[in-house]
């Protein structure tokens, strides 16, 4: 599986904006998806996930702002992101996993290269 994410830009704090990752391959629908993100200097961490039977999961510093969608006609999941603040300044990237489980990043198998995101005050 090959993802290429894209839509992130520059967005002032309490604006919006929507990432999309876009899937090669047939067996899309088979895989869990997600989004990550790395900050300068930090870790890669867990920012939502979207199962094959769509439940989802959030990390609790962006629920009720991010919501995590997929359409498995289009191989795409999206990161709809709103109240944005500086914090969420980022390199956000996509993830596939067939299998794994759970929100760290050595539990997904593909990944996309990234997109900045970047949240001014």
């Known amino acids: 599986v090959q993802l290429q994410a894209s839509g992130g830009g520059l967005v002032q704090a309490g604006g919006s904006l929507r990432l999309s990752c876009a899937a090669s391959?047939?067996?899309?629908?088979?895989?869990?998806m997600a989004w990550f993100r790395q900050a300068p200097g930090k870790e890669r961490e867990f920012v939502a996930a979207?199962?094959?039977?769509?439940?989802?999961g959030y990390a609790d510093s962006v629920k009720g702002r991010f919501a995590i969608s997929r359409d498995n006609t289009k191989n795409t999941v999206y990161l709809q992101m709103n109240g944005l603040k500086p914090e969420d300044t980022a390199v956000y990237y996509c993830?596939?996993?067939?299998?794994?489980?759970?929100?760290?990043?050595?539990?997904?198998?593909?990944w996309g290269q990234g997109t900045q995101v970047t949240v001014s005050s």
């Open positions: 979207i199962t094959r039977g769509e439940s989802t």
């Open positions: 391959g047939r067996t899309f629908s088979h895989y869990k």
């Open positions: 993830a596939a996993a067939l299998y794994g489980t759970g929100s760290r990043p050595d539990s997904y198998d593909y």
